[in-house]
């Protein structure tokens, strides 16, 4: 979001960025500092904002109407999300009085989790256009009142195709002209050396295995030291480090201690940028065993590193690894195929020659390219914003 922002800022637009719960002490302040400037927060809301809410909701009712109708009369969401659905209906009041003295054109928000409902009623109070880009829990796992929001919105943009096919066949009331698919991207090390993998210097080398992403259950790191036991009673010598912290740290301590892996698989915790680097400098192989996912940019950091990756064929990864020629491709949630893609890797990486040029470096050669041409940062930073100006210029044109 702060790359969007910036961006649009060096076009000359004004925005006005911001977010519905104030963070605490250094994350606010390194926020703002990314978006160079003060973010207009919701929460804690005042009380005068809380009565100036009131009064327009009162004068407006009739925008807000159709939502509340939805909330209260439609659906089968449970008696909890219909109680949030209608607090986040005033919520987006007390942010409709907040906005209104910055005369917004358009309001735009990231996920479509409930925030998502906020930025929605305001802009429907303020009578402007309301917007969104979806990623992947927020699609797959979180998608509460989602028909509504793209019913309402003027355009929806999300990263994959794999969404937008998604989107087109559960919510068939949207038209298929205003779900756009717009790409992440990572930035391209420069510069760039071919990695050569330690392997191939002794036979006596351990496969390294790299994973990132937080310590969450749907990144299903449990998955893998499992994957790390059965390699091990196969045989395979190699070492796995897990970067990240979560909520299923003691979790996986404890599958780490009863696997009897203390030796093997290890949880780095929080990493800086420079330690990431390290790691990703010396992995053999990146693996991802999430369960859902949008496309993810951990592999694309490797990738742009020249890293063999092996990911689960889940929403949108086949779009960013393509299986035997950018990366490799296991059945998700299938321990055996993963742990089968992974002895192969060790055996061709242990096969390799220095002297001469593999088929695992076409595949690295690959991966790079793959993210240079299509999941490039700057590239589709520029092809967003782009498109976002069309898009909103063309609305105001229609509704000034």
Not at 274 to 282: A, G, H, K, V
Not at 351 to 380: I, M, P
């Given at each position: 979001?702060?790359?969007?922002?910036?961006?649009?800022?060096?076009l000359?637009?004004?925005?006005?960025?911001?977010?519905?719960?104030?963070?605490?002490?250094?994350?606010?302040?390194?926020?703002?500092?990314?978006?160079?400037?003060?973010?207009?927060?919701?929460?804690?809301?005042?009380?005068?904002?809380?009565?100036?809410?009131?009064?327009?909701?009162?004068?407006?009712?009739?925008?807000?109407?159709?939502?509340?109708?939805?909330?209260?009369?439609?659906?089968?969401?449970?008696?909890?999300?219909?109680?949030?659905?209608?607090?986040?209906?005033?919520?987006?009041?007390?942010?409709?009085?907040?906005?209104s003295?910055?005369?917004?054109?358009?309001?735009?928000?990231?996920?479509?989790?409930?925030?998502?409902?906020?930025?929605?009623?305001?802009?429907?109070?303020?009578?402007?256009?309301?917007?969104?880009?979806?990623?992947?829990?927020?699609?797959?796992?979180?998608?509460?009142?989602?028909?509504?929001?793209?019913?309402?919105?003027?355009?929806?943009?999300?990263?994959?195709?794999?969404?937008?096919?998604?989107?087109l066949?559960?919510?068939?009331?949207?038209?298929?002209?205003?779900?756009?698919?717009?790409?992440l991207?990572?930035?391209?090390?420069?510069?760039?050396?071919?990695?050569?993998?330690?392997?191939?210097?002794?036979?006596?080398?351990?496969?390294?295995?790299?994973?990132?992403?937080?310590l969450?259950?749907v990144?299903?790191?449990?998955?893998?030291?499992?994957?790390?036991?059965?390699?091990?009673?196969?045989?395979?010598?190699f070492?796995?480090?897990?970067?990240?912290?979560?909520?299923?740290?003691?979790?996986?301590?404890?599958?780490?201690?009863?696997?009897?892996?203390?030796?093997?698989v290890?949880?780095?915790?929080?990493?800086?940028?420079?330690?990431?680097?390290?790691?990703?400098?010396?992995?053999?192989?990146?693996?991802?065993?999430?369960?859902?996912e949008?496309?993810?940019?951990?592999?694309?950091?490797?990738?742009?590193?020249?890293?063999?990756?092996?990911?689960?064929?889940?929403?949108?990864?086949?779009?960013?690894?393509?299986?035997?020629?950018?990366?490799?491709?296991?059945?998700?949630?299938?321990?055996?195929?993963?742990?089968?893609?992974?002895?192969?890797?060790?055996?061709?990486?242990?096969?390799?020659?220095?002297?001469?040029?593999?088929?695992?470096?076409?595949?690295?050669?690959?991966?790079?390219?793959?993210?240079?041409?299509?999941?490039?940062?700057?590239?589709?930073?520029?092809?967003?914003?782009?498109?976002?100006?069309?898009?909103?210029?063309?609305?105001?044109?229609?509704?000034?």
């Open positions: 979001m702060e790359a969007e922002v910036r961006e649009l800022r060096q000359g637009v004004s925005v006005v960025a911001g977010g519905v719960r104030r963070p605490s002490g250094r994350p606010q302040r390194l926020q703002e500092r990314n978006l160079g400037s003060e973010v207009l927060y919701l929460q804690p809301v005042r009380i005068l904002i809380l009565l100036r809410a009131f009064g327009l909701l009162i004068r407006r009712w009739n925008r807000v109407a159709g939502l509340l109708a939805r909330v209260l009369l439609q659906g089968k969401e449970s008696p909890g999300l219909r109680a949030k659905a209608l607090l986040h209906t005033y919520l987006g009041a007390c942010y409709a009085v907040q906005l003295q910055h005369r917004v054109h358009h309001i735009h928000v990231h996920h479509g989790y409930f925030g998502s409902w906020i930025a929605m009623a305001a802009a429907q109070l303020l009578g402007v256009g309301f917007s969104l880009t979806l990623h992947g829990s927020d699609l797959f796992l979180h998608g509460a009142y989602l028909d509504t929001k793209l019913q309402n919105c003027r355009f929806c943009m999300t990263i994959s195709e794999y969404n937008r096919r998604y989107i066949r559960h919510f068939a009331a949207v038209e298929a002209k205003k779900i756009l698919v717009s790409r991207g990572v930035e391209i090390p420069k510069p760039y050396k071919p990695t050569w993998s330690p392997a191939t210097q002794s036979t006596a080398h351990r496969l390294r295995l790299f994973s990132v992403g937080r969450h259950a990144k299903d790191h449990a998955f893998l030291v499992r994957a790390c036991a059965s390699l091990r009673d196969c045989g395979v010598d070492e796995c480090a897990i970067a990240g912290e979560g909520a299923e740290r003691r979790r996986l301590e404890k599958v780490i201690r009863e696997l009897r892996l203390q030796q093997r290890r949880l780095i915790g929080h990493a800086s940028r420079r330690e990431m680097d390290f790691f990703y400098d010396r992995a053999d192989v990146v693996v991802l065993t999430s369960r859902s949008g496309i993810p940019l951990v592999l694309m950091e490797a990738m742009a590193r020249g890293k063999i990756v092996v990911a689960p064929t889940i929403t949108g990864v086949p779009e960013l690894v393509i299986h035997d020629k950018t990366g490799f491709l296991y059945a998700a949630g299938v321990l055996k195929d993963l742990v089968t893609k992974v002895i192969s890797l060790e055996q061709r990486i242990r096969a390799e020659s220095r002297d001469a040029t593999s088929d695992l470096d076409w595949v690295r050669h690959a991966a790079r390219v793959q993210v240079l041409h299509n999941f490039n940062r700057e590239k589709n930073m520029f092809l967003f914003t782009n498109r976002f100006l069309q898009l909103v210029t063309s609305e105001i044109s229609r509704h000034p």
